[in-house]
């Protein structure tokens, strides 16, 4: 069986992710900072899943990382199938609170390294005759950005989901198939490492899913060969409306959501 690499897999979505292919029988290469917790995560999908699972330790703040994430790769001879680019970041504070280094590495990790993980494995899907490509982006991609903390998090969403539009144009002729992932509210560890659990803890529990309800429905729209996949109906039928509405009323829905968004 094909090898799935994954970033960010050991919460949250990336780990619904990994369990959600585990169960499909393919082998995988985890990718993420917190080693003693890859280690365990990859031993327990290994032994309950029956499949191989490869860790490699890496921060995708690094700018070194994709390359000897690739590197690693290679020296293990994986046929790598589908990318998984999951990792998050997120900056709690306002533009002009925030170091130029922790907007550098929102940056690196959100939109860099992604464009960099991909570029590196291009080669190998068309050699192998195809492959897959999940960017996981945000319903942030389509919604105002945010006027008081997180400012870059929407703006590289939205820059992620036209790159996946632009690798569909130039690469779907090799069999090569990305998927911008974006979902909603998601119950995460997230929130919480990422300071803004209060404001999640705000959000009406008919907004959230699960981060396995995201994974499946994500997965299933990737190997469908979906451009897009917006996870949940009423995520669905928001993103459609938001379009038609002015961007006042998106805002003060927004801030009834998700807790001063844009104040």
């Given at each position: 069986?094909?090898?799935?690499?994954?970033?960010?897999?050991?919460?949250?979505?990336?780990?619904?992710?990994?369990?959600?292919?585990?169960?499909?029988?393919?082998?995988?290469?985890?990718?993420?900072?917190?080693?003693?917790?890859?280690?365990?995560?990859?031993?327990?999908?290994?032994?309950?899943?029956?499949?191989?699972?490869?860790?490699?330790?890496?921060?995708?703040?690094?700018?070194?990382?994709?390359?000897?994430?690739?590197d690693?790769?290679?020296s293990?001879n994986?046929?790598?199938?589908?990318?998984?680019?999951n990792?998050?970041?997120?900056?709690?504070?306002?533009l002009?609170?925030?170091?130029?280094?922790?907007?550098?590495?929102?940056?690196r990790?959100?939109?860099?390294?992604?464009?960099?993980?991909?570029?590196l494995?291009?080669?190998?899907l068309?050699?192998?005759?195809?492959?897959?490509?999940?960017?996981?982006?945000?319903?942030?991609?389509?919604a105002?950005?945010?006027?008081?903390?997180?400012?870059?998090?929407?703006?590289?969403?939205?820059?992620?989901n036209?790159?996946?539009?632009?690798?569909?144009?130039?690469?779907?002729k090799?069999?090569?198939?990305?998927?911008?992932?974006?979902?909603?509210?998601?119950?995460?560890?997230f929130?919480?490492?990422?300071?803004?659990?209060?404001?999640?803890?705000?959000?009406?529990?008919?907004?959230?899913?699960?981060?396995?309800?995201?994974?499946?429905?994500?997965?299933?729209?990737?190997?469908?060969?979906?451009?897009?996949?917006?996870?949940?109906?009423?995520?669905?039928?928001?993103?459609?409306?938001?379009?038609?509405?002015?961007?006042?009323?998106?805002?003060?829905?927004?801030?009834?959501?998700?807790?001063?968004?844009?104040?």
């Open positions: 069986m094909s090898t799935v690499l994954i970033t960010g897999p050991t919460s949250g979505i990336g780990y619904s992710l990994a369990i959600k292919m585990a169960e499909k029988g393919y082998d995988l290469l985890l990718i993420a900072r917190r080693e003693k917790r890859l280690q365990k995560i990859s031993q327990n999908l290994q032994e309950k899943y029956n499949v191989k699972v490869h860790y490699f330790v890496a921060d995708l703040k690094d700018k070194n990382a994709p390359q000897k994430i690739y690693h790769v290679k293990l994986l046929d790598i199938e589908t990318l998984m680019l990792a998050g970041y997120q900056i709690n504070t306002r002009e609170d925030a170091s130029l280094e922790d907007e550098e590495d929102c940056l990790v959100l939109g860099i390294s992604v464009i960099m993980l991909t570029k494995f291009l080669n190998d068309k050699k192998r005759g195809g492959g897959y490509v999940m960017v996981v982006s945000s319903m942030a991609a389509f105002p950005p945010s006027g008081e903390f997180a400012v870059l998090y929407g703006p590289v969403k939205t820059f992620m036209r790159f996946v539009e632009a690798l569909n144009g130039a690469y779907n090799h069999n090569i198939y990305a998927t911008s992932a974006c979902p909603g509210f998601t119950i995460t560890e929130h919480e490492v990422s300071g803004v659990q209060d404001r999640m803890d705000k959000v009406p529990s008919y907004m959230k899913m699960s981060s396995d309800d995201v994974a499946i429905e994500s997965i299933n729209g990737m190997f469908k060969k979906r451009e897009v996949v917006i996870t949940g109906r009423l995520n669905r039928f928001l993103v459609g409306t938001l379009k038609w509405l002015p961007k006042s009323l998106v805002k003060f829905i927004g801030n009834k959501l998700a807790g001063g968004r844009y104040k």
